[in-house]
């Protein structure tokens, strides 16, 4: 059996002590030092918070003090400040435990904080009218790409899949692609629509891509017959030198 390392040692002493001191109800500072902290949503997602470390000391500085950032009865962090992202909506508490080793032993204070997720608060999730097409250069394979989306207001993730195992992850709303053959393909645009950093609309709109053969280079010719004023001839030569005489009246 190998012997448990130094770094898990500490975290499982880390998650007693933590245990301990929560249990024990230290709610008064016992050293110089009181524990606190402000807790912000992010902006990003409402289900992330962000745990800032606002504790002081009186009489001494912070040298070889530790933090315990502790949820229920889980450590989730060992850091001065933190943040912890919960999975779901509900009312959690959030504790700080602070402490230090003295001769005289461990002298610790811990702030609780109750944190209410409500992730269904906000805007309304709508969105208007939504849509694509593509276009093709006749020269080569290139085909230009471009999302359709009436709302302006919304906060959007725009993902492109040109069926040919490619994709555009980069949340461009026109964006170009280049096929390899000419072919048919079932290219497809998924749209999400975020409110609070939370996916609340998500739909995928599909569409058959037609590659085509590039037109060759044309040039022509014409000739008046000098039988007949209204009688014109021309001779189209393509790329290939094949030549072809289309005579017309006007």
């Known amino acids: 059996m190998k012997p448990i390392s130094s770094r898990i040692k500490s975290i499982l002493f880390s998650f007693f002590l933590a245990s301990l001191l929560l249990l024990s109800g230290q709610a008064k500072a016992t050293c110089n030092f009181h524990a ?17 470390n606002t504790s002081y000391v009186t009489n001494s500085n912070d040298s070889g003090v530790s933090y315990l950032w502790v949820l229920g009865t889980s450590i989730f962090s060992t850091t001065k400040n933190s943040s912890y992202l919960f999975s779901a909506n509900g009312t959690y508490t959030v504790c700080l435990v602070m402490f230090k080793q003295t001769s005289a032993g461990i002298c610790a204070d811990t702030m609780c904080q109750t944190i209410t997720v409500n992730c269904t608060s906000g805007t309304s999730c709508s969105w208007g009218s939504l849509g694509w097409e593509w276009t093709k250069n006749c020269t080569n394979k290139n085909l230009y790409f471009k999302a359709f989306n009436s709302d302006s207001l919304g906060t959007y993730k725009y993902t492109w899949g040109f069926g040919d195992a490619t994709y555009d992850t980069l949340n461009h709303q026109v964006t170009y692609h280049s096929y390899g053959a000419v072919n048919q393909y079932t290219a497809c645009l998924n749209i999400k629509k975020y409110n609070n950093g939370v996916v609340c609309k998500d739909t995928t709109i599909c569409k058959t891509v037609t590659v085509s053969t590039p037109l060759k280079d044309v040039d022509f010719s014409f000739t008046a017959s000098t039988a007949n004023c209204k009688e014109v001839s021309f001779s189209i030569i393509d790329s290939n030198n094949m030549t072809k005489i289309i005579t017309m009246y006007m």
């Open 36 to 52: 606190g902290f402000t807790a912000t949503a992010s902006t990003s997602n409402c289900k992330e918070y962000i745990f800032s």
